[in-house]
């Protein structure tokens, strides 16, 4: 734990993780706050899924436009506008009591949602030095991962007591507070874009890109899937309140499996380490097809949860060592638009699936979709040889000399 005592002890890695927490919390909270408001409001478990499913799709759809904006304006701007404007979805959702009125609301709110994940990550590259980048992407999928657990417990909490609205007002509360301290921190607002190189390639049209969207668009569609999945299992087995053992130790594992992916030592290249990492959750993803919503599911997604954080540590090393230059968030906008959109798809079809065909062959879809992006990414292997390098001693060096600790 040496790696994360040194990380923690460079001034402003502490302020970049706690000013963001409270909006990822916000986040880990809407969709079910979402979903309760809607079905309370309107008595019907089909409207409140399906404001969900404009909600993070209309989110997803543009992901790329606000991520786009911050590599043109900067993130002082931009937050402070997408921040204020999400906050007041929220409350205003909040207060709907007309069915389509809160189908409109939820959309407009995933258009306004502020990009926190995908402003943070380009913030380490100005905080820490070179060869500590991968523990610290470690520690921020954790501390994503970590909202991601305590969020949907708050969120259930909130709207089945006896105040069910606060479950909006605490998210908007959240977002208010994260999203504004990060806005207003020296790091966000000194932050400056990268200048595009003089022969820049669009995104869509950049090879190694195009390559993380294709897996992308697989992943996407089996994590959708599996997200309804699991609950539909349960439900149809009579066992609902199963569905919390699942997800949370799925996002327990995700915590620990992104912290063990920051111990593994810079002389591995980031490619390399995904590729090892994917090859064994390929083999972690068959179990899940055969386990019951009871405890084998509970210790078989803990595992998958374990084993995928730890490559979301080098998938984001990937995307920014194989990255254009001056697309520091667009980058991340434009393949999360694509993943998630594919996503909702499968959040959409994998109801249907459960129920039509059985929940077992739903899983199996996303055992399907993993190995065919482990096999994607082999294939493709050459578009993504830039993160197959390590940083040689002179640019330690120099990244550590760019790094200079600073107390602003």
């Given at each position: 734990m040496k790696?994360?005592?040194e990380?923690?002890?460079?001034p402003n890695v502490w302020v970049l993780v706690l000013a963001s927490f409270p909006a990822r919390v916000s986040y880990g909270m809407v969709a079910l706050a979402i979903?309760?408001?809607t079905e309370q409001t309107t008595g019907s478990v089909a409207v409140a899924g399906l404001a969900i499913g404009i909600n993070s799709l209309a989110g997803a759809a543009t992901a790329g436009l606000r991520g786009s904006l911050m590599d043109r304006f900067g993130q002082k701007w931009p937050l402070r506008i997408f921040v204020p404007g999400y906050t007041s979805m929220m409350l205003i959702l909040n207060t709907m009591q007309d069915k389509n009125a809160i189908l409109v609301a939820a959309f407009i709110m995933g258009i306004t949602a502020p990009p926190i994940n995908l402003s943070v990550r380009p913030l380490w590259k100005m905080v820490v030095p070179e060869d500590c980048l991968r523990t610290?992407?470690?520690v921020d999928?954790?501390?994503m991962s970590t909202a991601g657990v305590i969020g949907p417990i708050v969120a259930t909490s909130l709207a089945l007591s006896s105040h069910p609205g606060s479950a909006l007002n605490v998210a908007a509360a959240l977002m208010a507070i994260g999203g504004g301290a990060l806005a207003l921190t020296h790091i966000s607002r000194d932050w400056v874009p990268e200048k595009k190189d003089p022969n820049h390639i669009s995104l869509w049209r950049h090879k190694a890109i195009q390559l993380?969207?294709?897996e992308g668009c697989f992943i996407g569609f089996g994590w959708g899937v599996f997200d309804v999945a699991v609950p539909a299992f349960a439900?149809?087995?009579d066992v609902p309140h199963r569905t919390a053992w699942i997800l949370t130790a799925m996002g327990i594992g995700n915590i620990i499996g992104g912290l063990l992916g920051g111990l593994v030592s810079g002389r591995v290249s980031a490619l390399k380490a995904m590729r090892i990492t994917y090859l064994t959750w390929t083999f972690i993803s068959i179990p899940i097809v055969f386990t019951y919503p009871g405890w084998s599911m509970v210790i078989a997604g803990a595992v998958l949860g374990l084993v995928g954080g730890t490559i979301q540590v080098f998938y984001w090393e990937v995307m920014e060592a194989v990255r254009p230059?001056?697309?520091?968030v667009a980058m991340m906008g434009w393949i999360w638009t694509v993943e998630g959109t594919l996503m909702s798809i499968g959040a959409a079809a994998g109801g249907w699936i459960a129920e039509t065909y059985s929940p077992r062959f739903a899983l199996s879809i996303t055992t399907f979709t993993i190995i065919s992006g482990f096999i994607i990414l082999t294939l493709g292997r050459k578009r993504l040889a830039a993160a197959d390098r390590i940083p040689t001693v002179e640019e330690d060096l120099a990244a550590m000399s760019n790094n200079s600790p600073t107390t602003k």
């Amino acid at each position: 734990m040496k790696r994360y005592r040194e990380l923690f002890a460079i001034p402003n890695v502490w302020v970049l993780v706690l000013a963001s927490f409270p909006a990822r919390v916000s986040y880990g909270m809407v969709a079910l706050a979402i979903f309760f408001k809607t079905e309370q409001t309107t008595g019907s478990v089909a409207v409140a899924g399906l404001a969900i499913g404009i909600n993070s799709l209309a989110g997803a759809a543009t992901a790329g436009l606000r991520g786009s904006l911050m590599d043109r304006f900067g993130q002082k701007w931009p937050l402070r506008i997408f921040v204020p404007g999400y906050t007041s979805m929220m409350l205003i959702l909040n207060t709907m009591q007309d069915k389509n009125a809160i189908l409109v609301a939820a959309f407009i709110m995933g258009i306004t949602a502020p990009p926190i994940n995908l402003s943070v990550r380009p913030l380490w590259k100005m905080v820490v030095p070179e060869d500590c980048l991968r523990t610290a992407y470690a520690v921020d999928t954790s501390v994503m991962s970590t909202a991601g657990v305590i969020g949907p417990i708050v969120a259930t909490s909130l709207a089945l007591s006896s105040h069910p609205g606060s479950a909006l007002n605490v998210a908007a509360a959240l977002m208010a507070i994260g999203g504004g301290a990060l806005a207003l921190t020296h790091i966000s607002r000194d932050w400056v874009p990268e200048k595009k190189d003089p022969n820049h390639i669009s995104l869509w049209r950049h090879k190694a890109i195009q390559l993380l969207m294709i897996e992308g668009c697989f992943i996407g569609f089996g994590w959708g899937v599996f997200d309804v999945a699991v609950p539909a299992f349960a439900t149809l087995e009579d066992v609902p309140h199963r569905t919390a053992w699942i997800l949370t130790a799925m996002g327990i594992g995700n915590i620990i499996g992104g912290l063990l992916g920051g111990l593994v030592s810079g002389r591995v290249s980031a490619l390399k380490a995904m590729r090892i990492t994917y090859l064994t959750w390929t083999f972690i993803s068959i179990p899940i097809v055969f386990t019951y919503p009871g405890w084998s599911m509970v210790i078989a997604g803990a595992v998958l949860g374990l084993v995928g954080g730890t490559i979301q540590v080098f998938y984001w090393e990937v995307m920014e060592a194989v990255r254009p230059k001056g697309s520091a968030v667009a980058m991340m906008g434009w393949i999360w638009t694509v993943e998630g959109t594919l996503m909702s798809i499968g959040a959409a079809a994998g109801g249907w699936i459960a129920e039509t065909y059985s929940p077992r062959f739903a899983l199996s879809i996303t055992t399907f979709t993993i190995i065919s992006g482990f096999i994607i990414l082999t294939l493709g292997r050459k578009r993504l040889a830039a993160a197959d390098r390590i940083p040689t001693v002179e640019e330690d060096l120099a990244a550590m000399s760019n790094n200079s600790p600073t107390t602003k």
